[in-house]
Every structure is written in C-alpha cells, then in structure tokens.
C-alpha cells in the first residue's frame, strides 16, 4: 500500500493529536517509573 502526502499528512496529524491529548495523563502515570533497569538491559548491548 502505497501513501500519498496527503495521506501521510493525515496520519502524522492524527498521532500528534493523539499524543497531545494523552501527555499529561501518561506523564502522570510513568513520572515515577525507575528506567534503571531499561538503561541497564539497553547498555549491555552497546
């Protein structure tokens, strides 16, 4: 399937908009999140 610019223009709206409306709830939810673990799993294949 092939998409046009328009096509992709709609589509990047479209997730922007999303993320938009949800930032403040997922900061919410994942301010306190310990991400050691994911450097840690990310660093050892480096």
């Given at each position: 399937?092939?998409?046009n610019p328009q096509d992709l223009e709609k589509i990047?709206?479209?997730t922007l908009?999303?993320?938009d409306q949800y930032a403040a709830e997922f900061?919410?939810?994942t301010r306190d999140h310990d991400?050691?673990?994911n450097i840690a799993?990310?660093?050892q294949y480096i």
């Open positions: 399937m092939k998409l990047a709206h479209l908009e999303h993320y900061w919410q939810g991400v050691s673990r799993a990310l660093l």
